[in-house]
């Protein structure tokens, strides 16, 4: 699940222009959310948001009427990469990202707990397994060797995901598919390379399940 159009939700509305003020509030409150699509024969205008709406002179008010400028450009097209949505919707502080074709009509929206799942899709969090956390150098270092010696103690990489570290260095986590990680343990550091971190019990990876389902939790509020 790389494509963002696989994470498309059409159960959020969209409001019209022609709609009022107040159906858009009870919309937002019925799907505890702050901003919604105004969309008008299937092309995308912007995001509504509930600030907006409770700067309206009265609920009875139509959309057309009420200033909502600012989200015109807060969209991405359905083949764009999950991690384009994670940009734009980080950049503008959105909680859906609406979603056109090629034509620039209207989708439907994802969700910020859809991207989430989708992260975790990616990462393999729900995936049974150890986690090891190693610090590489900026250059020196090859991944085909990283997987080469993972798969030489029977383990198999899942996902990884790098970030930085302090003092030019890079952390890299990997995410196996076995939860014993001693073996693999010891032949990174055969190998020279710093293991910062792992997780490899049962109780580690509860642990970390259950941050994980915390979020998602939160994201649902």
Known sequence: MYIISELIKDYIPSVKSSDTAGMALEWMNEFKLAQLPVVDDGLY??????????????LAAQIKDIQYHGYETAYLHAG????????VMSTMSLEILPILDEDNTYLGVVTLKDLMTGLG??????????????EIPQKGYALSEIARIAE???????????SRAPQGHYLLTLKLNIEDLSRVVASFER???KVVK?????????????????LMNYLDI
């Open 121 to 134: 899709n990616i990462f393999a969090i729900h995936e049974p397994g150890g986690l090891i956390v190693l």
């Open 80 to 87: 764009k990469h999950i991690y384009d949505a994670i940009q």
């Open 45 to 58: 205008k912007g995001l509504i948001t509930e600030d907006n709406i409770l700067e309206a002179p009265s």
């Open 152 to 162: 030489s103690e029977n383990a198999k990489i899942l996902s990884l995901y790098m």
């Open 198 to 214: 792992t997780y490899y019990n049962i109780q580690q990876i509860d642990d970390y399940q259950r941050n994980i389902d915390a």
């Open 191 to 193: 190998f020279e390379y």
